[in-house]
């Protein structure tokens, strides 16, 4: 009797046992271990777009042509560590999230069509031309960024990620509504909003 009752405190699973294994952490692809061939010197460039942006397609670019950004900023003021940083506005992960609901155009959109509207609103510029050598190059980027993520899976920090759980809290008369999304925030606001609630 004695002996049953040990055996079956051994048999019972611990806590920790019975909780689902953490979801593996997913980390950035190495851009340095990509080959110096076409496609490696593409990603590149799509990278070094969203760094020095404004070296590339500035407003003050020596070929007018190339002027696309209407504002000397580069992507990564905003989106951190060349869109890499985890609720930095990180662009990773999300190339095999589109085409998918926009809900400020009511309609589905395209990556190609989501970075333009970062084009000529953030950017204050003109659209990227789908086919151009700029679009192809960061489109090359953000794919490879996306490597390694099986379909329909939000990277942890990743917009995506946090716009599923996240709900736009009341502000009247905001000024912009590409404000960064960042979960900190809502919970500063929140407290705001509601004195004595948080
Ligand atoms: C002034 C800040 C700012 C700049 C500069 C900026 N963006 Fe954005 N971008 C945002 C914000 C804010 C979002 C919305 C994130 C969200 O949906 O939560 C966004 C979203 C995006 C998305 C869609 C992300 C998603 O989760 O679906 C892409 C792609 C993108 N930007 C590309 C670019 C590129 C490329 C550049 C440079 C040419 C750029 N952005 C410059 C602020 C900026």
Redesign the pocket.
Known sequence: MLAGLALAVVAKPSVGQQTAPDPAVWTVPEIGALPNDAHGRLVRRGRD??TA?YAL?GPLVANPAKRY?G?N???V???LQA?TKMFG?P?FG?AG??P?YNARSGTEIT?VE??N???T???NGRP?PANSPEMTA?VAY?QFLWSGVPPGRACPG???A??RNWTVPPIQGAAST????AAPLTTTLTARAFPGSG
């Open positions: 777009l969203i942006t397609i950004a504002n900023l580069p992507c003021s905003c989106h869109a506005l662009l999300l999230d589109y998918r990556l989501r970075l509207a970062c084009m609103r953030s950017m990227l960061i953000l990743s917009a995506p946090t716009r590409s404000m960064p999304r």
